[in-house]
Nanobody
């Protein structure tokens, strides 16, 4: 069982930055992926960024490449998402997720554990 708690969401103007954090507790495993997903009202859930197996491999959605950076502090089981050059299209609820296997890093249906989410709102 893995518990995930997100923090760091908020409101920001377009062009600004935010940093999201996800604190994981429980046994996260030796081979796993942790990821950030987002969902805006009326839209499908989107995989934003993922990191698999001790931080060696990262994955990004095309929509955030070059603007978002995912990282993990292994010692503290903390996942972070640094978001820069935000646009109103980034407005969504952001969720942290974990799965005890690799593969399909940005496919939400593969993930077993989810946090409650943190809201990000970007105004123009």
């Amino acid at each position: 069982q893995v518990q995930l708690v997100e923090s760091g969401g908020g409101s920001v103007q377009a062009g600004g930055s935010l940093r999201l954090s996800c604190a994981a507790s429980g046994y996260i495993g030796r081979k796993y992926c942790m990821a950030w997903f987002r969902q805006a009202p009326g839209k499908e859930r989107e995989g934003v960024a993922a990191i698999c197996t001790a931080g060696r491999t990262t994955y990004y959605a095309d929509s955030v490449k070059g603007r978002f950076t995912i990282s993990q502090d292994n010692g503290k089981n903390t996942l972070a998402l640094q978001m820069a050059t935000l646009t109103p299209e980034d407005t969504a609820m952001y969720y942290c997720a974990h799965k005890p296997r690799e593969g399909g890093a940005l496919v939400g249906n593969y993930y077993n554990y989810w946090g409650q989410g943190t809201q990000v709102t970007v105004s123009s």
